[in-house]
């Protein structure tokens, strides 16, 4: 009986084989959107879970109280580090690590830059990276010792064996390779080529260490944790949270809680609200779900409304079998039999669909996604969307037909009206109304991320270059920057704590006139050497710089700084932070140093007497960029050999701060395109069926004299009323989401009517062609063969 039934679906599907690709087009299209959008947010969530124990992993992170507002920092200092170790027992494991810095590593004549971390000795303990060779319980019982991961190691060493050679770190110390991991997963929050243990910076530098030792308030490491078995951050939460209020003298710990971030939360919980993390890239991996569910819809839509369009065409079908003593359980199994084998053949395009698109989706997302074919449960969750989708797109049109009277069909009396016609509107009307609301988000979207663009920045990035600092170049740095200025490559050098479109650093302000009693205010700090504000172009608002001259006791704070301190006159007012007392000699206008969506930050600049972490330098206009760098490349190689040159735009920096937005954009964009798609498949289709059903009422219009135009508009204006509904219906609700969207920015659009129109017209124009192929063919037809029975 189940081999009878699908073999009169497939024969049915031959006998109306446009109709059939249409419904197979539209719903191969809405599978493949939502298997690929399925394939990006499995990969979202499998985020750092790929490690052993993950779940027992945490970061440690201070909710600081800053004038009333928290904030929070997953900058920690040693002294803490040292505190969970010994007085927490229900923590395993304790790592602090100097993350993610660049750092030159040498074998022979091979020299990169690579970033890495130097971390505690029990690192390997909480992440529990393969170890390929060598053993990770005594990797890092010698502070000269680093750990490789295995690209790292191939591009070192080739194909001979890395353990035990040595590896030159900085130029300043040769390094044991004491094992190799397995390369770092493209799904790991933490990416890193090597680490050092930090054993081996207190060998370099003792003296950072017995600082770090002695207070809560220098913050500079991240920590993280290993809970023991069966201890849960609820339980320790209580215990650690005013761990650092023993140091009553210091307003940083005193106005500082500890907490912990579980690792599972690290990707998706980005964003923070009064101290606690929400749902920041969250919200577009939910997002995009949604999208993909409505596009199947969609596609679902498109079937139901072809199906149940046509039923005239199988009612005398539905009699017959009926008559002959067919029940209506029969009836149903064989419609959903029908509409599970258009399914299944939907399913197979649809993975040839997806396995084309995901080179490119690959390349836009910067994933590489593939379809898991050899995955057992992948096989089931598609098995269990096909049988989900076929009962979604079937069972309406399976209880509609088997509904008809066989008596009233086999008369020839018409079983369907005025109600089925609504329904299938109403689902039009949701249809577009899903696509519509797409396209103004897209449009919203766009709309923001070039509002941020247009945004004046406070200062000039424009062929401005930056170079990380090595003991080599700070030593050379005044003969390499007056160089490059002789030689009319650059107009301008200097050196600063941080990149042009960073602030890496915080720090306390524990006095400012007309301080309040127990307030507290932390902001943005960055040490600069002499043309800094020259050489990025940040303009002074009053007072001075530090050009000329270094400044021990000087500061320079921008507007929002002042502006938090509540300081009137600021010039020559006296502030005291880190136990020192300062000057301020300058205000500087704000400059987006860090957001381009939100509020310039608080920022005070130092200044420094040494080169500092980044080299800032101002390309001529008179040089070629290509040329310039050709020799910048032999200028720094002549001031410091053993490093390779390694530089980077300040303005394509910036430009990859609008990175998630420009994404989201796109993203968006293209399944909108897909949902119109889809909806305009299923559109042209009703228009033939429409054009089909009232061939002879258009025949006798155009004997009685009906233009092409009039006929046009009789068989358009119904689905224009629709679509036009659609945008009703779809301009508040995507404004809804779209405003709460909006919100989270600071530096945000205000939406306009004329997004809505737009879009309601974009809508209605394409509707107007979609529909206007099937009724121009009609109404160009010759009314005498659509009369002839007549």
């Known amino acids: 009986m189940l081999k009878n039934y699908f073999k009169t679906a497939w024969r049915n599907i031959v006998r109306t084989f446009g109709y059939s690709a249409l419904n197979i087009l539209g719903l191969a299209t809405g599978m493949a959107v939502a298997l690929l959008i399925g394939l990006w947010v499995h990969y979202q969530y499998s985020y750092d879970k790929f490690l052993p124990n993950h779940e027992s992993v945490y970061r440690v992170q201070r909710n600081f109280n800053s004038n009333g507002d928290t904030l929070t920092f997953q900058t920690t200092s040693l002294k803490l580090a040292n505190v969970l170790r010994n007085q927490i027992p229900e923590i395993e494991y304790v790592a602090q690590s100097d993350w993610m810095a660049e750092h030159c590593l040498m074998v022979g004549e091979k020299k990169?830059?690579?970033?890495?971390?130097?971390?505690?000795?029990?690192?390997?303990?909480?992440?529990?990276?393969?170890?390929?060779?060598?053993?990770?319980?005594?990797?890092?019982?010698?502070?000269?010792?680093?750990?490789?991961?295995?690209?790292?190691?191939?591009?070192?060493?080739?194909?001979?064996?890395?353990?035990?050679?040595?590896?030159?770190?900085?130029?300043?110390?040769?390094?044991?390779?004491?094992?190799?991991?397995?390369?770092?997963?493209?799904?790991?929050?933490?990416?890193?080529?090597?680490?050092?243990?930090?054993?081996?910076?207190?060998?370099?530098?003792?003296?950072?260490?017995?600082?770090?030792e002695q207070t809560f308030g220098i913050n500079n490491l991240q920590i993280f944790v290993k809970l023991k078995p069966g201890i849960s951050n609820a339980q320790l939460a209580s215990k650690i949270r005013d761990i650092e209020h023993t140091e009553t003298d210091n307003i940083n710990a005193?106005?500082?809680?500890?907490?912990?971030?579980?690792?599972?939360?690290?990707?998706?919980?980005?964003?923070?609200?009064?101290?606690?993390?929400?749902?920041?890239?969250?919200?577009?991996?939910?997002?995009?779900?949604?999208?993909?569910?409505?596009?199947?819809?969609?596609?679902?839509?498109?079937?139901?409304?072809?199906?149940?369009?046509?039923s005239e065409k199988r009612a005398k079908e539905v009699g017959v079998r009926k008559a002959i003593g067919s029940q209506?359980?029969?009836?149903?199994?064989?419609?959903?039999?029908?509409?599970?084998?258009?399914?299944?053949?939907?399913?197979?395009?649809?993975?040839?669909?997806?396995?084309?698109?995901?080179?490119?989706?690959?390349?836009?997302?910067?994933?590489?996604?593939?379809?898991?074919?050899?995955?057992?449960?992948?096989?089931?969750?598609?098995?269990?969307?096909?049988?989900?989708?076929?009962?979604?797109?079937?069972?309406?049109?399976?209880?509609?037909?088997?509904?008809f009277n066989a008596v009233k069909v086999l008369k020839g009396v018409r079983q369907t009206g005025k109600s089925s016609s609504l329904s299938r509107q109403i689902l039009v009307v949701i249809q577009f109304s899903c696509s519509i609301a797409l396209i103004i988000s897209t449009v919203i979207i766009y709309q923001q991320i070039n509002y941020a663009k247009d945004r004046p920045l406070g200062y000039n990035l424009n062929r401005l270059l930056s170079t990380n600092m090595n003991e080599g170049l700070s030593k050379n740095y005044?003969?390499?920057?007056?160089?490059?200025?002789?030689?009319?490559?650059?107009?301008?050098?200097?050196?600063?704590?941080?990149?042009?479109?960073?602030?890496?650093?915080?720090?306390?302000?524990?006095?400012?006139?007309?301080?309040?009693?127990?307030?507290?205010?932390e902001m943005g700090g960055v040490y600069?050497?002499?043309?800094?504000?020259?050489?990025?172009?940040?303009?002074?608002?009053?007072?001075?710089?530090?050009?000329?001259?270094?400044?021990?006791?000087s500061v320079v704070f921008n507007e929002a700084a002042i502006s938090r301190l509540r300081i009137k006159n600021p010039i020559n007012q006296k502030i005291k932070f880190r136990g020192r007392d300062f000057t301020i000699t300058g205000v500087v206008k704000d400059a987006l140093m860090i957001s381009p969506f939100k509020s310039p930050d608080p920022t005070m600049f130092y200044s420094s007497s040494e080169p500092q972490e980044v080299m800032l330098y101002k390309l001529a206009l008179s040089i070629k960029t290509q040329d310039a760098i050709s020799q910048l490349t032999s200028i720094f190689n002549k001031y410091d050999a053993a490093f390779p040159y390694d530089y980077s735009f300040a303005d394509e920096n910036y430009a990859a701060k609008f990175?998630?937005?420009?994404?989201?954009?796109?993203?968006?964009?293209?399944?909108?395109?897909?949902?119109?798609?889809?909806?305009?498949?299923?559109?042209?289709?009703?228009?033939?069926?429409?054009?089909?059903?009232?061939?002879?009422?258009?025949?006798?219009?155009?004997?009685?004299?009906?233009?092409?135009?009039?006929?046009?508009?009789?068989?358009?204006k119904d689905f224009i009323v629709l679509v036009f509904l659609s945008c009703l219906l779809a301009s508040p609700i995507a404004y809804y989401f779209l405003h709460g969207w909006l919100m989270n920015y600071n530096y945000r659009i205000k939406i306009g009517v004329d997004v809505f129109v737009l879009s309601a017209l974009l809508a209605i124009f394409i509707t107007v062609i979609t529909v206007s192929f099937q009724a121009i063919k009609a109404a160009l037809a010759n009314p005498v063969k659509s009369l002839r029975s007549e």
């Open 659 to 716: 990175k998630l937005e420009t994404l989201i954009g796109k993203l968006s964009g293209l399944f909108a395109g897909l949902a119109i798609f889809i909806s305009c498949l299923g559109l042209f289709g009703l228009a033939a069926y429409v054009a089909e059903q009232r061939k002879k009422e258009i025949g006798i219009r155009k004997v009685l004299g009906a233009s092409v135009s009039q006929v046009w508009f009789l068989l358009s």
């Open 478 to 521: 005044s003969a390499l920057k007056n160089e490059l200025l002789e030689k009319g490559i650059i107009t301008s050098a200097t050196t600063a704590s941080t990149p042009a479109t960073d602030v890496n650093g915080h720090t306390d302000i524990d006095y400012w006139p007309g301080k309040k009693a127990g307030e507290t205010v």
């Open 328 to 403: 209506r359980v029969d009836l149903i199994i064989q419609f959903l039999a029908e509409a599970l084998l258009l399914t299944l053949i939907a399913f197979g395009f649809s993975l040839i669909l997806v396995q084309l698109a995901l080179p490119w989706f690959n390349t836009l997302t910067e994933t590489h996604l593939t379809i898991p074919y050899s995955s057992g449960i992948f096989w089931l969750s598609m098995l269990g969307c096909v049988l989900v989708t076929a009962l979604l797109a079937g069972s309406k049109p399976a209880f509609y037909l088997s509904s």
């Open 112 to 212: 990169f830059y690579k970033s890495g971390v130097i971390a505690g000795t029990d690192f390997f303990k909480i992440f529990q990276h393969p170890f390929i060779k060598g053993n990770p319980n005594s990797a890092f019982k010698d502070a000269y010792s680093i750990v490789l991961t295995q690209a790292m190691a191939k591009a070192l060493f080739g194909d001979e064996e890395p353990i035990n050679k040595m590896v030159r770190f900085d130029n300043t110390n040769n390094l044991k390779v004491t094992g190799v991991i397995k390369d770092i997963p493209e799904n790991s929050t933490l990416n890193f080529n090597f680490v050092v243990p930090a054993t081996y910076g207190e060998q370099v530098n003792p003296q950072a260490k017995i600082n770090g």
């Open 254 to 310: 005193m106005s500082s809680y500890v907490t912990l971030q579980p690792m599972e939360r690290w990707h998706l919980y980005s964003n923070y609200i009064n101290g606690k993390d929400t749902a920041g890239f969250l919200t577009y991996v939910n997002m995009f779900s949604i999208i993909g569910i409505f596009v199947l819809i969609i596609a679902c839509i498109n079937f139901i409304n072809l199906t149940t369009a046509r």
């Open 528 to 553: 600069v050497s002499e043309d800094y504000f020259k050489t990025i172009g940040m303009i002074m608002k009053e007072g001075r710089d530090f050009s000329g001259s270094y400044d021990s006791t």
